[in-house]
């Protein structure tokens, strides 16, 4: 954040992706406080939701969230006036009522995630064969919303990982360039991001959410060492 806060100097506004970020801090500071705006997600399998879709931005600007305001609410200024384009994104009122209670859990929820973060690194460090998150980096609190390994094998483990009951996900199998939309828009026809390209074949999640037990990591653990013995 540093280095991007500097790149942009004093003219460059900065719109932070902290959607898989709620909680996680860098130096003592909460992502999505650094930028001039922090955008969050409150997609069902996020960190904290709200029983359903939903959104939040932040901002220290008060002219900015009187704009944005008004262009989740379709441009309105007055009930019955309307003086720009606007979306409708407003958040519902019963989804909204989920979100405050989740978040009264959310420092609760990372803790337990990055405990389980920690257990599988300790477990699966002598596998040489994958490459593990990083963990514990100088002044970044991370809250692990997913625990994605590296590998060459990667379709093989998860094959094998399936085989035990052991269900995994891949964060993307598709980079954006590759997806049909963007092909068919910039006529991209692969090799010109060659390194997400290849992450895409090579990142593996594997099972991450608070109620995990440790039993339940070590299983997963248990089952990865068996793979590459
Ligand atoms: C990093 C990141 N940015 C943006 C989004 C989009 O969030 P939403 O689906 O709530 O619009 C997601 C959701 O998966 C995400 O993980």
């Not at 970020?21 to 001039?36: I, L, N, T, V």
């Not at 009187?66 to 407003?90: A, M, Q």
């Not at 995630?113 to 699966?124: E, T, V």
Request: glycine share 8%; net charge negative.
């Amino acid at each position: 954040m540093d280095e991007i806060a500097e790149a942009a100097g004093p003219n460059v506004k900065i719109i932070e992706d902290a959607c898989q970020a709620h909680g996680a801090s860098y130096k003592g500071e909460k992502c999505g406080a650094f930028g001039d705006v922090g955008c969050f997600s409150f997609y069902p399998t996020k960190n904290m939701t709200v029983g359903g879709d939903g959104g939040m931005i932040t901002t220290n600007d008060e002219r900015l969230a009187n704009e944005l305001r008004k262009l989740r609410d379709c441009g309105r200024v007055s009930r019955y006036e309307h003086d720009v384009f606007g979306f409708t994104s407003r958040l519902n009122t019963a989804n909204a009522a989920f979100g405050r209670v989740q978040l009264r859990h959310l420092d609760e929820w990372n803790e337990r995630r990055r405990s389980i973060a920690r257990r599988y690194a300790g477990n699966l460090k002598d596998v040489d064969s994958i490459v593990l998150p990083p963990m514990g980096m100088k002044d970044i609190e991370p809250v692990f919303h997913l625990f994605a390994i590296r590998c060459d094998d990667r379709d093989a483990l998860a094959r094998h990982l399936g085989e035990n009951g052991i269900d995994t996900a891949v964060h993307y199998p598709i980079p954006i360039h590759m997806q049909a939309a963007y092909r068919n828009a910039y006529e991209y026809k692969g090799g010109e991001f060659p390194i997400s390209e290849q992450l895409s074949k090579q990142m593996l999640s594997l099972p991450m959410f608070p109620e995990m037990t440790n039993e339940q990591v070590d299983r997963v653990c248990q089952a990865i060492n068996e793979h590459y013995a």
